[in-house]
């Protein structure tokens, strides 16, 4: 069957032969013989298509290829083969055989006896290759493979080949000749986020503009519809492993360092913190609400002796805010610690965590660095190996001298902290530093006032190098201070900032046993990631984001 | 100053001997001549009482001890001293100088001359010695020391001394001579839970009964009202270590084997789970609720390609089970994995992670467990170095050979599931064990239905021994499956399950574009310390628990 053309296209080229003929006598027995010559045609070609279809169900190779049947993935045997991970798909196994799995990213067929599948898993890319080749491909298997929709799921057995010339468009440099060919999941054919329009860079959107080309642009709004496909890109699948691994560096240094993990209840009687919207609900006939910070129940674990804490957990803000850099869920890593004389202490553990946490993306992650930085270009975050401090009068006095009036007892805006960030980072040439002794009247009622000048506190925020490229905003990424530790104090600064105390009474006692001196901080892990590859929106490094606007999928 | 007995104790002498005097003429002179020496007596002891005064204001060592003010707390300054932890303090100390900081544990005055202080610092303590001597100690420093109130915060700056007998009652054996002392944070004089009586073993209280004694028993819930006292005692420091232990270990061991950590959202449009309760609240106009588990969030992080994934959270029951075992808030472990062919591939991790995490507690957290079992004795857990795997006909059949007869189509109740793990321990010796195939009616709509027999499934739950002595129990403690990935297979489970279909479609809509075979299992934190651990009670093991009746502290 091999190099024969279909007998319905034969027929087709008799019918158009046909209608360009002129009608005379010498021409109507003419015609009658052609009739009859196409009649003879037709009877042949429908033999041909009787016996091609007899030969497509008696295809010798037909069990080398399908789509596998329910049955046969519910688990019903265990077969001790072993699946080789695309990643592992190296120039050391040529003409090794090899099984696979992953998704039919992209189907060409070459005429009808060649295919061309690449296959994909994690990020990693792989050229199969279907040639119609006696007793090891059968055409009709060439013609299932070229039908397979995109992103379906398929099992690939082949044998390992290692082209002369680097092969464009695949991360793995050899291909797989493909010998059986399964579809584990079909997906539909039409997808409503085609990956590769989701994986585009700005740039190649540039490129096709000034070459007159258009590109489909995939709106954040569609991507989040369908987060299901928009998670599959490369760059995505990068921002969510260096997520888990700056959680996952968060915990290491930190159990290191003498902390004990914690878990706080989500689920609370009073709000967390003053001020701020919070979820309500009812909690078997109780008024309760959603914590917006482990903030009270990390203080307490410190009275329980737990000595050094930490928490990574989501909150929960019912704020308004519909900004690039605000969710109403995130996920807090929160630090809560004794500290035996000065909130420093605080700032050296942020300070040695941080830069230990950046300096281990730099050195394990490029990979994944990179698969982001291919779709969303960024520099590497400049910082210092040892994080600078700077007061907030100091900071103020380099705005000034910028030309810039700041309030001495008022909170940086945005603007101010963007243009601090600037400032710093020409003068210290980093983007990421600490400001400490904010004025006391900016933060919050459980801040410890400072030593000599009440006006001011012993808190600190941690800035990093904002969205966008050329960076030179700056943005707060973490918040710490000492806490005030003693009761009556406590309550007497919670009644100076309008709080009716009763509400918090639990928390206020918890320090009538003896408490230690301590301190703190909390940082959003969506925004670490975000601001430390320089994405310009918090949705793109949450999985499922929760906004004002949207609470599925 | 030093031995110098009070004026005032020889006046009252003077008085005692007074009263006895028989009154005569003779005796008239004699008493107006010791009413003159008493005079005289009682201006001595009003001067020496003045001169004791000035000689106190005068104390040269009175910079030795006192109540540091708050503005010496509020990060005054950075002296470069160092504290060393309780748990350093050991003979090789021996002669040093050390400043340490703890609670008053217990104090002590012998006299007037000496006080024992009792330090703790996270289970750990040492005893703390102050014996007037000049130059030294003053007596009003010894005096200062006694008079501390209980769980104050102390430093102690002194000599380590080892005496020759070993100290009971302080887990160091070395003592402070103290030349330094300082309160940091006075405590209420009066505890609602005393640190002693609520680390009491049921062993004490029997044996206080037997001699007559009378100990004070701290209930549950007024330990769970001040659980910043409670959490202080050794066997709560001991369990929530471990239970940071069993949550790392967790997350290192799936690191390890290419899971990616992720976090999911709690606030959900729909109800996670068909049937049980759940928290509604309202988002900003929109009916929510807070997730029972993330079962569709973690399958789509699956479908969303990242292959293997797992994520420690919350989850939220509002069921009004009132039971040992139950919580309305607690901390799930998750897993969801691709498998390419049978779900005992997700029976493998469970396998090869349960045994992990049980070596490691026994191999490395044994002070914790010890800690825990001075309080709360228990054997170590019997478990196989590779878990023993039964189907749920076999477990039937072995209820039944013990005369119980139970529906081969329906669940286990908690006294069957109770004698079969009897039945395994007397059998196989171990008290960790899975069962698998499941009948498919007593699983969720998701659960994919075996290949053979669809009345049963991919399923399976492992059981750990219960809480109590002798352990014959045995509770669930895991439960997990392969899933359908099937859209069309999935809604028709899900309507033969009586699901509103179209509440759900968005979690149906993500295996439309492909979606790999997959399974996994989720498990109670909780539910691991308290049943590893023999505790009686799942109360013990959430720091801060929530029931239908606790939402505080």
């Known amino acids: 069957m091999a190099s024969t053309e279909s007998p319905t296209a034969a027929a087709a080229e008799a019918d158009a032969a046909d209608s360009k003929a002129v009608i005379s006598k010498k021409a109507a027995k003419k015609e009658a013989a052609k009739a009859e010559k196409l009649r003879r045609q037709q009877e042949a070609a429908a033999a041909a298509a009787a016996a091609a279809a007899a030969a497509e169900e008696a295809d010798p190779l037909a069990t080398n290829y399908g789509d596998v049947p329910l049955v046969d993935l519910q688990s019903k045997a265990v077969s001790g083969r072993t699946w080789t991970p695309l990643a592992r798909l190296e120039a050391e196994l040529k003409d090794q055989s090899v099984l696979v799995r992953g998704r039919a990213h992209n189907v060409r067929a070459v005429g009808k006896n060649m295919t061309f599948l690449v296959l994909r898993e994690r990020g990693y890319t792989v050229q199969c290759v279907l040639t119609v080749s006696l007793e090891l491909v059968s055409r009709q298997m060439v013609k299932f493979a070229s039908g397979l929709s995109r992103e379906s799921i398929v099992d690939v057995e082949g044998v390992v080949t290692v082209p002369s010339s680097p092969i464009k468009g695949t991360t793995q440099q050899v291909e797989i000749q493909v010998r059986k060919i399964y579809c584990i999941s079909r997906s539909a054919a039409n997808l409503p986020i085609n990956i590769e329009d989701a994986s585009r860079s700005e740039a190649e959107f540039e490129r096709a503009e000034q070459t007159g080309g258009q590109l489909v642009r995939v709106g954040q709004d569609t991507r989040l519809n369908y987060r299901v496909l928009d998670i599959r890109t490369p760059a995505n699948l990068g921002i969510f492993c260096i997520q888990c691994q700056v959680s996952n560096k968060f915990k290491e240094f930190l159990l290191l360092e003498d902390f004990i993990e914690i878990h706080t209840p989500k689920l609370i009687a009073g709000s967390s913190e003053g001020g701020s919207a919070v979820f309500k609900l009812d909690y078997k006939g109780q008024p309760a609400c959603l914590a917006q910070s482990p903030q009270h129940h990390k203080q307490m674990a410190i009275c329980g002796d737990f000595g050094r804490v930490f928490e990574v957990g989501p909150v929960f803000r019912a704020e308004d805010s519909y900004t690039h850099r605000h969710l109403c869920e995130f996920t807090g890593l929160d630090v809560e610690m004794e500290i035996k004389e000065h909130y420093s202490e605080v700032m050296d553990i942020v300070d040695r965590l ?200």
């Not at 506190?457 to 050329?470: K, T, W």
């Open 354 to 553: 941080f830069v230990a946490m950046f300096d281990h993306l730099n050195q394990n992650c490029q990979k994944e660095l990179d698969a982001i930085r291919r779709q969303y270009p960024f520099e590497p975050l400049k910082y210092l190996p040892k994080t600078l401090r700077l007061t907030f009068q100091e900071g103020v006095q380099m705005l000034q001298e910028a030309g810039i009036e700041i309030d001495l007892l008022g909170d940086l805006n945005t603007e101010s902290e963007r243009k601090l960030g600037q400032l710093v980072l020409e003068k210290y040439n980093t983007e990421f530093y600490m400001l400490h002794r904010y004025p006391l009247a900016v933060r919050p009622f459980y801040t410890m006032p400072c030593y000599d000048e009440p006006a001011y506190s012993n808190s600190f925020d941690v800035f990093i190098r904002g969205e966008g490229l050329p960076s030179l905003y700056s943005e707060e990424i973490i918040s710490g201070a000492q806490r005030v530790h003693v009761p009556e104090f406590l309550s007497a600064r919670a009644e100076a900032c309008g709080i009716n105390v009763s509400t918090i009474s639990s928390y206020i006692d918890s320090f009538r046993y003896g408490s230690p001196p301590h301190g703190g901080f909390g940082v959003g892990l969506e925004r670490v990631v975000m601001l430390f590859c320089a994405l310009n929106n918090i949705r793109k490094t949450s999985l499922f984001p929760r906004d004002p606007q949207r609470l599925t999928p």
